[in-house]
C-alpha cells in the first residue's frame, strides 16, 4: 500500500516537474510495472498512440529493451510537456477505468456464478 502511495505522489509531482530526468525515471518506472501496463503490446500501443514511436517485435520481447529505446528517442527527439501530459492522462484512464470494473466483493460465500452476475451488474451500473 505504502508503494502505491509514493507511486500517486510521483504521479502528482510529474504534473509540476518539468526535468526531462524526472520524466525519463517516471516513464521507465511506469513501463515496468506490470499494473500499468500489463502487456509489452499495451506499451506498444501507448507509444505509438502518444510518442509516435514505432518498435520493431524483437524489441517488443523484453521491457528492458523497451525503455532503452524509448528513452534513446526521447534524448534525440527533446522532452517536451506534452509527453507528460500524455503519461499523466494514460495512468488516470487506467486507475478510472479500474475503479469502474473492479468486482464487488461479499463477505458470505458464494457461488462462482453468483460472483460474475454480481461482477457483471457492476459494470451495467445495478
Known sequence: MKAQTNFREELNLLTENKNAYFFIGFLAKALFNKSIF???KT?????AKEFKLQLKPYILSSRTLIVAFVVKHIINVGYKESMSVSLYNYILRLENKSEELSPVIKNSKTSKQN????????????
Do not use: H, P
Not at 506499451?43 to 507509444?47: A, V
Open 38 to 40: 500489463d502487456k509489452n
Open 43 to 47: 506499451i506498444d500501443g501507448f507509444l
Open 115 to 126: 460472483n460474475q452476475l454480481i461482477w457483471i451488474d457492476k459494470i451495467l451500473g445495478n
